[in-house]
């Protein structure tokens, strides 16, 4: 079965740390950027970080830079984001997203939600003041 399932969502306190993990199936992981969006609310859907397939190419939201640190293991189908200092604005819903599209060298990942074609169900995040 084709699918992405995230994990690693939690309720923690203000300035705490978490990882959330993004396991692949079904495909041929490693040829695919991978991307964490969260959503909040009625908010718009928005885009955390980026990875590409070989890991070599990384993009991370402003509100994310310096916080929040995107990495894949392709051995293992996993993509993780790791988040420290959270803040209460980062509560959210987290999912991470692939693209069926194998970018060129020099083409970053999209930061766009439409950009993206297989979603995961999504893990809770509450951040905690």
């Known amino acids: 079965q084709v699918q992405l399932v995230e994990s690693g ?3 923690v306190q203000s300035g705490d740390s978490l990882r959330l993990s993004c396991t692949a199936s079904g495909f041929t992981f490693d040829h695919y950027p991978v991307a964490w969006f969260r959503q909040s609310g ?3 859907r928005e ?6 397939g070989d890991g070599k ?3 991370y939201a402003d509100e994310a830079q310096g916080r929040f640190t995107i990495s894949r293991d392709n051995n293992k189908s996993t993509v993780y ?4 200092s959270l803040k209460t604005m980062d509560t959210a819903v ?3 997203a692939t693209d069926w599209l194998v970018l ?5 990942c999209p930061m766009k939600y439409y950009e993206y074609d297989l979603w995961g169900q999504g893990t809770q995040v509450t951040v905690a003041s």
């Open 81 to 84: 984001l790791q988040m420290t």
């Open 9 to 11: 969502g939690a309720s």
């Open 42 to 44: 009625g908010n718009e």
């Open 94 to 96: 987290y999912s991470c």
């Open 57 to 59: 190419s990384i993009r």
């Open 47 to 52: 885009a955390v970080a980026c990875i590409k």
């Open 104 to 108: 060129p060298d020099g083409v970053n």
